[in-house]
């Protein structure tokens, strides 16, 4: 009789502690609930092990890009990838690889010409192709990989 | 009846978001020569030949024990350009093993690799000429066709290996 109303009241107060914890919790939930489309935008790092994981920078994704040219689309998403590799603790020196995907090829040298102006002390392996399309309107999408350095 | 267990997994997870990891303790913020570039933070960039990369693409980068290769076309170090998928492929996979294998790995520990084709008829004919480089299993592959590759080439591979000779 006294061990089953232990048992009650143990269960009952386990219930207590789950119902509090999960109220001190909720606004944190609700902001994770109320945030998904600032969250689905954000391209920021994903950082693991000494490694930057940037996700694929296109020219649109930080707001519109100025100008229509493969230059200035190149700019504005060479300008993320080192605002995204700073943000994640790496510089452009510390880039290992790069993927650049064109939306033609007929772009490959004024991209190049963008591209090798942010690495004056030399480059992280690429890989550059022409693709069949590329979200958000841009003329390029670059994603890759930098190390940790500070 | 709650369920107390899910309900503290849900917390811990709410609770310890991950967090930036730090770096692997390496070396001073700031890089600012280009000798220093090659140095600081463990990070190498290699030529064909072994030695320092200083231009706008480094065909191969070691760090941290992983071997990151640059995509290999077939037109890379040729003078001519000739039309055939398997020449295309075996100079690419020459070049992805040179380069592996000058940044200190082997075939054996490729991990993963990709294959961009300039079409999907080329396949059959891709994987025939690729097959023989990995006689004991191949890295994970991911294969697909694209739109255009530079150089003229009807291929263009890259990867990332393991460092096994220091």
Redesign the interface.
Known sequence: MATGQNEKRRAFLANLAAIAASIWAAPKLLAKAAAPQAQAKRHGPMVHDGLIYISGQGANDSGAVQGSTIGDHTRKVMENIKRVVEEGGGTMDSILQLNVYLATLEHYEEMNKVYYSYFPNGGPARCTVAVCGIPGRSLLEISGIAAVVK | M?N?LG??K??TS??HSPA?????G??P?A?S??GA??N????R?LSYDGS??????????V??G?I????QGANENQAEATLDITTHVQRAMDNVKKLVEVAGGDMDHVLQL?V?LASLEFYDAMNRAYRPYFPNGGPARCTVS?????GKSLV?I?C?AAVVRH
Not at chain 2, 40 to 43: L, M, N, R, T, V
């Open positions: 709650l107390v309900i503290r849900e917390l709410l609770i930036a990891e730090s770096g692997s390496a070396g913020a890089i020569s280009a570039a090659q600081e933070s463990g990070i960039k320092p990369a200083k231009g706008g693409i480094a065909p191969v980068v760090h941290n992983l990151y290769v640059a995509g990709t961009y694209v739109a255009g590759i530079p263009e890259s990332i």
